[in-house]
């Protein structure tokens, strides 16, 4: 009869367990106790999750669709109207919380003139969301111009990936009136901070974001780039595919500009075209 390997440590414990407990009773019961909190534990970490993880098939088959032309996007923002929402964008706000106003803004001194967009969030904890949702990406390389004026001393600003719904996404988070950058997770409404880090910033009004989630060896990070220079890099691999977008937090105002998206898939060896 052949076992699965959960079955056959479960069958060595059951083994070994009344030897060891002879041999010295009182260690015994500790070390049973600890077997028992464990299990508990690896049981309950099943429970946190909102959105179940990708199986192997389900992630080869998401690989497969990133060879998609489709998803190279390059959002300039120049030939939408003035005063509304960018076309192909949609604004979500998380929960019950009011949501602010994304517009389109004329900006003659933008990085890529005429028009950026413009964010902004009017209390503490608000988030407010501008996602692309026609688009689905697994392994997303994001770089967006930020410039956050002198009225956002207690906000944020950034961009959302591994989006399912407003509850559960990824998010890299730019605070620069405090000079700190974040990666956070948000699951079922939850946030957990994956990594945070200084801030080195260039003297200049307009600021260059790049976030890459990638995979190496069954093993899934995020790595951010504020500038050209790598400022964070984490690991996590709760989310699967999803939405792109920006973002803003707190009391925050933000002006955003060149949005780009494509599948990392595309830039790793013998694929082809580039991401860039």
């Not at 069954?218 to 690991?235: C, I, N």
Request: glycine share 8%.
């Amino acid at each position: 009869m052949q076992y699965g390997n959960e079955s056959m440590r479960q069958i060595q414990i059951v083994y070994w367990l009344p030897r060891f407990c002879d041999a010295d009773p009182k260690r015994a019961r500790r070390y049973v106790g600890l077997i028992v909190l464990v299990g508990l534990l690896a049981s309950g970490l099943e429970s946190v999750w909102a959105v179940s993880k990708e199986t192997h098939a389900e992630k080869a088959e998401h690989l497969r669709q990133q060879a998609n032309p489709q998803l190279f996007n390059d959002w300039t923002f120049d030939q939408d109207q003035v005063g509304s929402i960018p076309s192909g964008f949609l604004a979500v706000t998380p929960g019950d919380q009011p949501g602010r106003e994304w517009k389109v803004e004329a900006q003659s001194a933008a990085p890529s003139s005429p028009n950026v967009i413009l964010g902004a969030s009017g209390c503490p904890v608000c988030v407010d969301l501008l996602v692309a949702p026609g688009f689905q990406y697994e392994y997303p390389d994001l770089v967006v111009r930020i410039h956050q004026g002198m009225d956002a001393a207690a906000g944020q600003a950034g961009v959302v990936f591994g989006m399912k719904d407003s509850k559960n996404y990824y998010a890299t988070l730019v605070d620069l009136s405090q000079k700190v950058i974040e990666v956070v997770r948000v699951i079922d409404g939850k946030e957990s901070i994956l990594g945070r880090a200084t801030l080195k910033t260039k003297p200049v009004e307009w600021h260059t974001l790049r976030v890459q989630r990638n995979t190496i060896i069954s093993k899934d990070f995020v790595e951010t780039f504020f500038d050209g220079r790598l400022a964070l890099s984490v690991e996590d691999q709760a989310l699967g595919v999803g939405q792109v977008g920006i973002l803003v937090r707190g009391q925050a105002s933000a002006r955003f500009d060149n949005f780009n998206a494509a599948p990392l898939y595309s830039s790793r060896p013998l694929s082809s075209p580039a991401a860039y």
